[in-house]
């Protein structure tokens, strides 16, 4: 299978998945719409921070919160302390077992070995802290945190707004920038964002992270 296909094959897998979850959508937090729209934003930023980005950064841009649709009780969202060291490991559950179901389905398709390594690798990394991430050297997974986080605004964090309030919005929001690497946080202040709480709410917490 050429990239393109595997990528290809990989939406066509999430919108299946979808189909699928859609009788358990209220479990889902975002809803299995949400999930997709999600996915899909998060692959499109990837591409605009990236000309060239390789089939491994775009499969995990679209997998990368698979755990979501298919762990039952894993898209409800986390309800404690977001500056918590059980939210640290909440979130790495979350990246191991989207990264443990997305090595076996890309195994079962028979793709090569390097793509899984790498997958794997992006997708289990994805919601580390900051120096963690700074720590790989690794181009691709800062591109997939930044993208990650760009897209925030434009989904997960318009339904998070709704359903748990400003404050809370805000404590994930400087979890997500927290983590950010520089050169995103630098692009942000550009990022135009549609609502205009989360507008304030960027502006807020990017002065408390860039001091
Ligand atoms: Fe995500």
């Known amino acids: 299978m050429i990239n393109k296909e595997?990528?290809?094959?990989?939406?066509?897998?999430i919108n299946k998945l979808c189909e699928e979850n859609r009788f358990r959508n209220k479990e889902i937090q975002q809803g299995v719409d949400g999930e997709k729209?999600?996915?899909?934003?998060?692959l499109s930023w990837v591409k605009k921070l990236e000309?060239?980005?390789s089939v491994a950064l775009?499969?995990?841009?679209?997998?990368?919160d698979?755990?979501?649709?298919?762990t039952p009780g894993a898209g409800r969202g986390f309800a404690g302390d977001r500056k918590s060291e059980e939210y640290l490991l909440h979130k790495k559950m979350h990246?191991?077992?989207s990264a443990d179901y997305t090595s076996q389905k890309l195994k079962e398709m028979g793709i090569e070995e390097s793509i899984i390594i790498k997958t794997r690798f992006l997708i289990e990394h994805h919601d580390d802290i900051l120096e963690e991430i700074s720590s790989y050297k690794d181009k691709d997974l800062e591109i997939l945190v930044a993208a990650d986080a760009f897209s925030w605004f434009s989904t997960t964090g318009i339904n998070l707004l709704k359903s748990e309030g400003e404050e809370r919005t805000k404590d994930k929001l400087r979890?997500?920038?927290?983590?950010?690497?520089?050169f995103a946080l630098e692009l942000l202040p550009e990022v135009k964002i549609n609502n205009l709480v989360l507008e304030n709410l960027k502006k807020h917490v990017l002065k408390e992270i860039i001091k």
């Open 6 to 13: 595997i990528v290809e094959w990989c939406t066509g897998i």
């Open 37 to 42: 729209e999600h996915a899909i934003t998060v």
């Open 51 to 53: 000309k060239h980005p």
């Open 58 to 64: 775009r499969i995990s841009a679209l997998f990368h």
């Open 66 to 70: 698979i755990d979501r649709l298919v």
């Open 95 to 97: 990246a191991k077992r």
């Open 175 to 182: 979890f997500i920038l927290s983590k950010t690497p520089k």
